[in-house]
């Protein structure tokens, strides 16, 4: 059942470790993801394998309010 079609979920740390496998459940329960990580390439790469569509991986530093605020906007835009 993917009973979260429909749904966009963005997940910090989503390129590796835990925050990847989330990003995979969760994409797998039918949500587009946002993958934000420190890494913008790792978390492009991170949200390329995973399945379905309507990902995106951003780079950002969570730690820094305006580039919080200026990915929120890219992820509104790009994943919805």
Do not use: W, Y
Request: net charge negative; proline share 2%; aromatic share 2%.
């Amino acid at each position: 059942m993917r009973e979260l079609e429909g749904r966009v979920a963005l997940v910090t740390g989503g390129s590796r470790g835990i925050g990847r496998a989330v990003s995979q459940a969760l994409a797998e329960a039918g949500a587009r993801l946002a993958v934000v990580a420190r890494n913008g390439e790792g978390a492009s790469r991170a949200a390329a394998d995973l399945p379905g569509e309507g990902h995106g991986g951003f780079g950002c530093d969570v730690g820094d309010p305006k580039a919080v605020q200026a990915t929120l906007t890219d992820v509104e835009s790009t994943v919805g």
